[in-house]
């Protein structure tokens, strides 16, 4: 079974950026949809961003126009890019190709001053 393994997250000043990666461990070029979802602690998981094997995306209105979603099917990699963040960011983001029921262990991303 393919394993989903997220990197890229730290701690970041408000305003600035971050880039995750999802390494799959076999090809994700079968897989149609794949997404990024972030959950804090008290408040259930929520779909930040996904994307369709033919480059269709859609956002959560909380980051549209600041996170942009891709994929990269020949290096079975899924990016998050994230720009202008804010403190309400924060969490544990998780890379995810739902409908296979795959998840990753999750990166957490901390905006603070």
């Known amino acids: 079974q393919v394993q989903l393994v997220e990197s890229g997250g730290g701690l970041v000043q408000p305003g600035g950026s971050l880039r995750l990666s999802c390494a799959a461990s076999?090809?994700?070029?079968?897989?149609?949809?794949m997404g990024w979802f972030r959950q804090v602690p008290g408040n259930e998981r929520e779909r930040v961003a996904r994307?369709?094997?033919?480059?269709?995306?859609d956002y959560a209105d909380s980051v549209k126009g600041r996170f942009t979603i891709s994929r990269d099917n020949a290096r079975n990699t899924i990016y998050l890019q994230m720009n202008g963040l804010k403190p309400e960011d924060t969490g544990v983001y998780y890379c995810?190709?739902?409908?296979?029921?795959?998840w990753g262990q999750g990166t957490q991303v901390t905006v603070s001053p």
């Open positions: 995810s190709a739902p409908i296979f029921g795959l």
């Open positions: 076999g090809s994700i070029s079968s897989i149609n949809v």
């Open positions: 994307i369709t094997n033919f480059g269709g995306t």
